[in-house]
């Protein structure tokens, strides 16, 4: 009878995570991997990361001076709550796949992993009317806070008057707050950052509502166990994205080339072009090869167009201003979206009604993509379909 090593069996042991602040550092912010999505500053337990959410910056920064600014002296001692909460940090997508839908995306899943894709409006009219395209976001929000699935939601707000345009994270938690934050503003700001108040207002069903970058932070950070943090978030709303522009914008091209006070637009939107419209009454296109240069740094390199890790993930870029196309993710996703179609609170048709939608959301993936470096983690780069090389001439 031969004797069997029961060791060469066993699963190998998951190596153990001591990532901490100063890998963080080197491979996400000093390279430009980092988008600003301030996870990294809600998770950490010390209160020692920083963040500047104003005029070209959006990003963290360390606080304590012991080390110098990469690197950390809670990390030296074991802390890792920076690192599991980066959405850009290491294997974040493949990890944040397997945790939402048990696999990761295939090649062919370009967008993200999903299980429907349609196009939705809200019902009631003021909703629809104040909200961005078909309003479905604020529908969604108001309808979850009736319906008791949240009790509050991680949103973006005007800071001061609603004039100036400044994004700023707040908490919505009933209709009102809902539409008072309704509306895009194509700068950014990293909502996730509104948890705090949250917490503090004694809140614990919470909806993230958040550019793609944000709404990768949930899922990462659960799969990771990063501990208390993350479970308040119970549903994840993500705005598809190709990119947001600094708050310059406003004064270096809007007025400056334009004369458009930013205190006299009342709306603006993306289609094709940068749409502006005047409290006068009228209404301006801006070529959006214009408006790259004021392109936000943290976008440089972000390849998530579609919010591929939000339960449901939603934008404009169907032909119609009053149609949201909708990408129904996950189960939660599924339940919420057929409950409110089948009460009434939003309408919907396939997406395959307006199949230019749906190829552009596969062009703007593939061009988001692109983006991620080859140095970086590879399987983002997955189902990049492969330039052909031109044909050398012949004699």
């Given at each position: 009878?031969?004797?069997?090593?029961?060791?060469?069996?066993?699963?190998?042991?998951?190596?153990?995570?001591?990532?901490?602040?100063?890998?963080?550092?080197?491979?996400?912010?000093?390279?430009?991997?980092?988008?600003?999505?301030?996870?990294?500053?809600?998770?950490?337990?010390?209160?020692?990361?920083?963040?500047?959410?104003?005029?070209?910056?959006?990003?963290?920064?360390?606080?304590?001076?012991?080390?110098?600014?990469?690197?950390?002296?809670?990390?030296?001692?074991?802390?890792?709550?920076?690192?599991?909460?980066?959405?850009?940090?290491?294997?974040?997508?493949?990890?944040?796949?397997?945790?939402?839908?048990?696999?990761?995306?295939?090649?062919?899943?370009?967008?993200?992993?999903?299980?429907?894709?349609?196009?939705?409006?809200?019902?009631?009219?003021?909703?629809?009317?104040?909200?961005?395209?078909?309003?479905?976001?604020?529908?969604?929000?108001?309808?979850?806070?009736?319906?008791?699935?949240?009790?509050?939601?991680?949103?973006?707000?005007?800071?001061?008057?609603?004039?100036?345009?400044?994004?700023?994270?707040?908490?919505?938690?009933?209709?009102?707050?809902?539409?008072?934050?309704?509306?895009?503003?194509?700068?950014?700001?990293?909502?996730?950052?509104?948890?705090?108040?949250?917490?503090?207002?004694?809140?614990?069903?919470?909806?993230?509502?958040?550019?793609?970058?944000?709404?990768?932070?949930?899922?990462?950070?659960?799969?990771?166990?990063?501990?208390?943090?993350?479970k308040p978030i119970t549903f994840n709303l993500g705005l598809l994205c190709s990119k947001t522009f600094d708050d310059s914008i406003f004064a270096e091209l809007f007025e400056a080339k334009y004369g458009l006070d930013k205190h006299e637009m009342v709306k603006m939107n993306i289609k094709g072009v940068f749409q502006i419209w005047m409290k006068d009454g009228s209404y301006h296109e801006i070529n959006l090869k214009e408006c790259h240069a004021w392109t936000r740094e943290g976008c440089t390199y972000c390849p998530d167009f579609a919010a591929e890790h939000a339960d449901i993930s939603c934008g404009g870029i169907g032909k119609d201003n009053d149609w949201t196309l909708t990408i129904v993710r996950t189960e939660l996703g599924r339940e919420i979206i057929?409950?409110?179609?089948?009460?009434?609170?939003?309408?919907?048709?396939?997406?395959?009604?307006?199949?230019?939608?749906?190829?552009?959301?596969?062009?703007?993936?593939?061009?988001?993509?692109?983006?991620?470096?080859?140095?970086?983690?590879?399987?983002?780069?997955?189902?990049?379909?492969?330039?052909?090389?031109?044909?050398?001439?012949?004699?």
């Amino acid at each position: 009878m031969s004797v069997v090593d029961d060791a060469a069996f066993a699963p190998a042991k998951k190596e153990r995570w001591t990532y901490q602040w100063k890998e963080l550092y080197d491979e996400v912010i000093d390279s430009k991997l980092c988008t600003g999505c301030a996870g990294c500053v809600i998770s950490c337990p010390h209160d020692v990361i920083g963040y500047n959410h104003e005029e070209g910056e959006y990003r963290p920064f360390h606080l304590e001076e012991e080390l110098g600014f990469d690197d950390c002296i809670h990390g030296q001692k074991g802390c890792t709550s920076c690192t599991r909460a980066c959405p850009r940090f290491r294997a974040w997508e493949p990890e944040a796949n397997e945790h939402l839908f048990a696999r990761d995306r295939g090649d062919d899943e370009i967008a993200g992993i999903y299980s429907d894709i349609m196009l939705t409006r809200a019902s009631d009219d003021m909703v629809h009317k104040m909200g961005q395209d078909g309003g479905l976001v604020s529908a969604i929000l108001i309808w979850a806070l009736d319906e008791g699935y949240i009790d509050g939601a991680l949103t973006s707000f005007m800071e001061g008057p609603a004039s100036d345009w400044k994004a700023r994270p707040g908490v919505a938690t009933n209709r009102d707050e809902v539409l008072e934050s309704a509306g895009s503003r194509y700068t950014y700001s990293a909502n996730t950052l509104a948890i705090n108040e949250a917490l503090e207002r004694g809140l614990t069903k919470l909806a993230l509502v958040g550019m793609s970058c944000q709404s990768s932070v949930p899922p990462v950070m659960w799969h990771r166990k990063i501990g208390k943090i993350g479970k308040p978030i119970t549903f994840n709303l993500g705005l598809l994205c190709s990119k947001t522009f600094d708050d310059s914008i406003f004064a270096e091209l809007f007025e400056a080339k334009y004369g458009l006070d930013k205190h006299e637009m009342v709306k603006m939107n993306i289609k094709g072009v940068f749409q502006i419209w005047m409290k006068d009454g009228s209404y301006h296109e801006i070529n959006l090869k214009e408006c790259h240069a004021w392109t936000r740094e943290g976008c440089t390199y972000c390849p998530d167009f579609a919010a591929e890790h939000a339960d449901i993930s939603c934008g404009g870029i169907g032909k119609d201003n009053d149609w949201t196309l909708t990408i129904v993710r996950t189960e939660l996703g599924r339940e919420i979206i057929q409950r409110m179609i089948a009460d009434g609170s939003i309408v919907a048709r396939p997406g395959d009604s307006d199949p230019a939608a749906i190829e552009l959301m596969r062009k703007l993936s593939i061009k988001s993509r692109e983006r991620w470096p080859a140095w970086a983690s590879d399987v983002v780069r997955l189902g990049l379909p492969e330039k052909k090389k031109p044909v050398a001439a012949t004699a």
